[in-house]
């Protein structure tokens, strides 16, 4: 579906990925990249969404070049992007963030919004409150809701950990496998040991290159990994 060849990318004159290749098939239920902070994890996914440039090398989405497109035709070909950030509409309901996420799949919306509330019952409890007065957690499942509303093929997940308490970050990833059923997810995440765990497929990333390709359990029990990130 999604074909990363030799890319090479920069910020200004600061080059920040180095000559990387992956790529995501049909197949795939969840494929993870685990890395430090800096490594470039964020910045392969703005370039995988259309938000920035490739300075050598291509990114192909089922087909079609992304450097051709605009990020909300990346969007409707099937890739949406959950940013770190979140990006919700902090003075808008849960109910309206989520009509937000499905502008490309209007005439889907109930159904979808149906399938959102079934996997996150908080969601639908929580419809007509603001989305800047949840909590942390509550927020994350609201931004990953939102994205689902997209009816994505891929959907890619941008450390949805990132300042949630262990209890929470469990319920997460809990609900990140059952999003994998029905929808390839790309997980990009710092807590190793959980995204490893669900991954079928994963990669290492370091210093702007992919160091290491093998199934999440592989990784799990390399040296490497242990040390550096267990």
Do not use: C
């Amino acid at each position: 579906m999604i074909e990363v060849d030799e890319i090479d990318v920069s910020y200004g004159n600061i080059q920040v990925l180095w000559d990387l290749s992956f790529h995501i098939s049909e197949e795939d239920s969840v494929v993870a990249i685990v890395g430090p902070n800096g490594a470039g994890k964020s910045t392969l996914l703005r370039v995988m969404s259309g938000l920035h440039p490739v300075d050598d090398g291509r990114v192909t989405a089922w087909g079609e070049d992304v450097a051709g497109m605009d990020p909300s035709e990346v969007v409707r070909q099937g890739f949406v992007h959950v940013s770190e950030e979140r990006n919700l509409f902090g003075d808008m309901t849960v109910r309206e963030n989520l009509e937000m996420g499905a502008y490309t799949k209007r005439a889907e919306l109930r159904e979808t919004m149906r399938e959102v509330f079934e996997l996150f019952p908080i969601l639908e409890e929580r419809q007509e409150q603001r989305a800047g007065s949840m909590s942390g957690g509550q927020q994350q499942m609201l931004a990953i809701g939102r994205g689902l509303m997209a009816r994505p093929k891929i959907l890619a997940l941008d450390e949805p950990s990132e300042g949630l308490a262990p209890q929470i970050t469990t319920r997460v990833f809990e609900k990140i496998e059952e999003i994998s059923d029905e929808v390839t997810v790309l997980l990009v995440e710092q807590h190793v040991h959980k995204a490893l765990g669900l991954a079928e497929r994963a990669y290492l990333l370091e210093n702007g290159e992919m160091v290491t390709e093998d199934t999440g359990a592989a990784l799990l029990e390399s040296e490497h990994i242990k040390q550096a990130y267990l």
